[in-house]
Each structure stands twice: as C-alpha cells, then as structure tokens.
C-alpha cells in the first residue's frame, strides 16, 4: 500500500524496524553462532519496543541508546501519526564468520516477522556493515537486504544505518533507499544516526524529499592516522562531512572506513552522499570526498610496540601512573575487532618484565573457570589460561593464583579475579565471554579500582578513549601476534592494486573496477 493510499485512509504511517548486528573477523577460528546473538542481545516484539522506549535500555548497560532509539525518537517527533512496528534486534560481539544455522535462523525470522507486518509504507533496518560468513552466505548484509527486498518489493522506502567501518558493496547500496553511517570514531553518535536515518525515512514516505544517491569505493584500506574524527589528519574530513549536510540540498553525507579484518576481495574505504533529487550534485560531491579521502592514505597507523618496549614505556611513565593509570591496548587481541579475548603472549610478557607494574589484566577463559567452579574466593588453584579458542594465536599457560573473587555479569557471564602467586602485582578477570573492557565499571564492578593500576590491559581499539578519559593518561598500543594485527590485509588476493599493498596515485580506476565492474 502506497503512503499517499495511508494518509487518505487516515491511518498511521506503518514503519517496521529491527536490526541484526555483528562486526565479522576473518581472520578468527571462533564462528559466530545464534547463542553469541542469545547470549549479548536478542529482543523482539514488544520487548524491543520497550527498550527502545522511554526510559528503556536499548542494549543493557553497554549502549543504553542505539540507532534503533534515535529512530523512535524520529517517530515520536513526526508531524504525521506513525505506527512503529518492532521486527527483531540481534546483536552479537564481534567474532568470526557468521555460522550458517544462525544466518538462516536470523534472516527466516526477521522475513517471517517483516511479512507479519505488511502492509508497510516503510522500512528502518540497522546494520553493521562488516558481517561475513562461510559458503553460500558469505555476505549476509546483502542476504538480509535481498530478504527484506523479497517482502516489501523494491520500491518501498527502506533506510539502512551502518556503522562508520561498514565496507559497502554495490548490492548494499542498491538495495537501501536511504543509507546512512555513523558520523564519529570512537562511534559516539549511534541515536543521532538512528534518528537522522529516521526522520529521512518519514521524509521520503511523505514524498518531502527525492532521495539520490551518488558514493565511490576507494582501492584504500589503510590511512588516515589514528581515524579519530576530531584528530588531525581526518578532522577535515568529517568536518567536511558536516559542512555539506549543512545544506538544504543533502540528505546525508557518510564515509565509510571499513573494517580491515576481513578477506575481500574489493576491501576499502568509501564515501556516500545521498541528495534531494539533485543526481548531478550527488555524483560531483562524492567524486569531491573521495579526492579528500585519498589525501590522507599516506598517514600510517599509530605505531605499535612490541611487549617488552611497551612494558617500559609504562615503567618510564611515572608521572601517567601517578595521576592515573596506562591503558595498554592489546591490539593483537581487540575483543571489539573480533578476537577471541584470551590473549597469553601479553601476560607472558608482563611476568617477565613486569612484575612490579600493578596490572589488570583480562582473559576470556570458559574452560578454566570451569574447571576451577568449586574453588571459593581465598581458596589457590592451578589456572589453565589460553590454547582453546585460538591456539594458533593464544598458547598455553599454566600459573597459580588465589581466588578473590566470583561474579555472574550481563554480557561477561563467570567472572573471577584472581591475584597471581608469585607476581603477586598482577591480577587476572577471567570472563566465559569476550571481555568487552569498554568501560572502567568492566574492573570496578569486580572489585577492582582502576585508579590503583599502573597498567590496565584493554581489549579495545577506540571507544574506550571515551570512558577511561579520566582514569587514562597514557595509551600505549602493544602487538603480541594475534588475528588482531593491522598487517592481515597483505594476505588478501585483492581484485586489483591497493593502498598500502600497492603504489597507486589515483583512486579512479579502483572505483570503476569495484563499483561499475569495468
């Protein structure tokens, strides 16, 4: 039924809304299965539409607001009475390759509910924009926006939300009616991208607004410094970004990073500017980025240390450890780039060279704290830390330690500190899910203070520069070998030459090859 049916109907507006999340590492043994989406967050129905409430949380504690809010607050702000319809909202911790039960699973679901609720005037979908998986779904983005298309047919308005590390595919592009990513890095700016994603769905709808869309593929996967968004060198470019969506005429201006670790062929970066109407202003405004956007490929990546060198940064740091504390970010084992989070090589590291470092230091550990559940708080045991989920990456290792303490957390499962015996300045969260040390509650809330630590050991690339601002003085980014390291895009048999692999001096023919096919 056509929105112009509705209004004469006197109906609401009818917007079905649901997401289905996860960010993919390739390079992970750890498949990510329907109980890693059970396990961190899976709503539907009306409990979706009470968390995306007023008043509710979203996703728990880890993201109280999420587009999916930002976009209720679009419905309850609309000029014209809407019905909003809750699809489901599945989410998972980055991980590797989607497993093909969860994928027919998730994708059955969502058409099931998505042709429950027809007839609909439009679509509001959150994606991550870096999910892989195996065999016949090895992209389900484009298998999930094929789904949705299967039910609603290919005019019905449909907006798509990604996150600013999606890494767009021409059927991605062409399957969302309005598409829109997040506008920062660390990614702060998920209910703003909900609701602008929004508004321009109820916008289209009512026929206010022609949406258009122009965007460019960049043979680019590395660059940009540290990507931060108000850091030189990408602070032009999202200023940029900000300058254009100041006009009447554009709809949405978003740069696309992507996510390194995974194994595509046509990986890169991309821009995507969507205009009301105005085709040959969208074609000139996505050529303009692009050009901005090659001009910081050259600034690398923040250097990262080895083990030892960066064990004695921390200890030369004396200032850092007395007005607060040295995050030290295991970039071999970021838990929110899709590593397993049982990293041993920096703890092997740390028994070596630093024992006299008050340090925290988490690991994922299902099947040690398994076999150490009937071992009370003050009670010694033997722990068997690393060689299960990742062996290749994560080796071996045996150490006695006193347990102090047990917890049962959302999102963490078990968790038990544990205070090494003969290094008696370190201490271990053993979590049976991935440690997610977003924020400085992920050690308080074990009773921990992070304001005691010389070092604490963060399993997070970014968004915990935010949390952490008070307690953090100095971030030192260290590399133990793992399926983490920045360097795995060499291995890929990219689709034609690409920067940093290659030497090119022009983005053009990379984006015809990827986006036109020619």
Same mark, same amino acid.
């Given at each position: 039924m056509s929105s112009a049916r509705s209004r004469e109907g006197g109906r609401p507006l009818r917007i079905a809304y649901g997401r289905i999340t996860t960010e993919t590492n390739a390079y992970s043994p750890?498949?990510?299965?329907?109980?890693?989406?059970?396990?961190?967050?899976?709503?539907?129905?009306?409990?979706?539409?009470?968390?995306?409430?007023?008043?509710?949380?979203?996703?728990?504690?880890?993201?109280?607001?999420?587009?999916?809010?930002?976009? *209720?607050?679009?419905?309850?702000?609309?000029?014209?009475?809407?019905?909003?319809?809750?699809?489901?909202?599945?989410?998972?911790?980055?991980?590797?390759?989607?497993?093909?039960?969860?994928?027919?699973?998730?994708?059955?679901?969502?058409?099931?509910?998505?042709?429950?609720?027809?007839?609909?005037?439009?679509? *509001?979908?959150?994606?991550? +924009?870096?999910?892989?998986?195996? +065999?016949?779904?090895?992209?389900?983005?484009?298998? !999930?926006?094929?789904?949705?298309?299967?039910?609603?047919?290919?005019?019905?308005?449909?907006?798509?939300?990604?996150?600013?590390?999606?890494h767009l595919t021409p059927t991605k592009v062409e399957a969302a009616t309005l598409l829109r990513g997040y506008q920062t890095n660390p990614h702060r700016d998920l209910p703003a991208t909900g609701r602008r994603a929004g508004e321009l769905l !109820?916008?289209?709808?009512?026929?206010?607004?022609?949406?258009?869309?122009?965007?460019?593929?960049?043979? *680019?996967? *590395?660059?940009?410094?540290?990507?931060?968004?108000?850091?030189?060198?990408?602070?032009?470019?999202?200023?940029?970004?900000?300058e254009l969506q100041r006009r009447r005429s554009v709809l949405s201006a978003s740069l696309f990073m992507s996510h390194p670790w995974l194994d595509s062929a046509d990986l890169g970066w991309s821009v995507h500017v969507i205009t009301d109407g105005d085709r040959a202003l969208a074609e000139q405004l996505a050529d303009e980025l692009a050009c901005l956007v090659w001009s910081v490929r050259q600034h690398p990546p923040p250097r990262i240390a080895g083990p030892e060198e960066a064990i004695a940064e921390a200890r030369s740091a004396r200032w850092a450890r007395a007005l607060g504390a040295v995050c030290m970010v295991d970039a071999s084992d970021v838990v929110g780039a899709g590593a397993a989070g049982e990293n041993t090589n920096l703890l092997r590291a740390l028994l070596l060279h630093g024992r006299d470092l008050i340090s925290y230091v988490p690991i994922r550990a299902p099947a040690a704290l398994e076999e150490i559940?009937? !071992?009370?708080? +003050?009670?010694?045991?033997?722990?068997?830390?690393?060689?299960?989920?990742?062996?290749?990456?994560?080796?071996?290792?045996?150490?006695?330690?006193?347990?102090?303490?047990?917890?049962?957390?959302?999102?963490?499962?078990?968790?038990?500190?544990?205070?090494?015996?003969?290094?008696?300045?370190?201490?271990?969260?053993?979590?049976?899910?991935?440690? !997610?040390?977003?924020?400085?509650?992920?050690?308080?809330?074990? +009773?921990?203070?992070p304001w005691r630590a010389d070092i604490l050991v963060i399993k997070n690339f970014f968004h915990f520069r935010i949390f952490f601002a008070a307690v953090n003085r100095k971030t030192i980014g260290v590399r133990t070998r793992g399926v983490t390291d920045l360097d795995h895009y060499r291995s890929i048999d990219f689709d034609g030459p690409v920067h940093p692999k290659d030497r090119l001096f022009d983005w053009r023919p990379g984006d015809r090859r990827r986006r036109l096919g020619r």
């Open positions: 750890v498949p990510t299965t329907l109980e890693d989406f059970q396990r961190f967050h899976l709503l539907r129905g009306a409990e979706l539409e009470r968390a995306c409430g007023r008043g509710g949380a979203e996703v728990g504690e880890l993201a109280r607001d999420a587009e999916l809010s930002g976009f *209720m607050r679009a419905v309850r702000r609309a000029s014209v009475p809407i019905e909003a319809l809750p699809l489901l909202s599945a989410w998972a911790v980055p991980s590797g390759p989607l497993a093909g039960p969860a994928y027919e699973a998730l994708v059955g679901e969502l058409r099931a509910r998505l042709r429950a609720a027809l007839p609909l005037d439009g679509v *509001m979908l959150a994606l991550h +924009g870096a999910m892989r998986g195996r +065999g016949v779904h090895a992209n389900p983005e484009e298998g !999930i926006l094929e789904a949705v298309r299967d039910v609603v047919g290919p005019d019905l308005p449909v907006a798509v939300t990604m996150d600013l590390h999606a !109820i916008e289209t709808i009512l026929g206010h607004v022609r949406p258009v869309t122009a965007w460019r593929a960049l043979p *680019m996967v *590395m660059g940009g410094g540290l990507t931060i968004d108000f850091l030189p060198p990408m602070r032009k470019v999202f200023r940029r970004l900000r559940e009937e !071992i009370e708080p +003050g009670e010694e045991a033997e722990l068997h830390l690393g060689g299960a989920l990742d062996p290749e990456s994560n080796p071996k290792l045996a150490l006695r330690a006193r347990i102090l303490r047990r917890a049962q957390r959302p999102h963490f499962g078990q968790v038990v500190t544990a205070q090494l015996l003969d290094s008696p300045r370190i201490t271990l969260v053993l979590t049976e899910l991935p440690p !997610i040390t977003l924020r400085p509650s992920f050690f308080a809330d074990v +009773g921990l203070d």
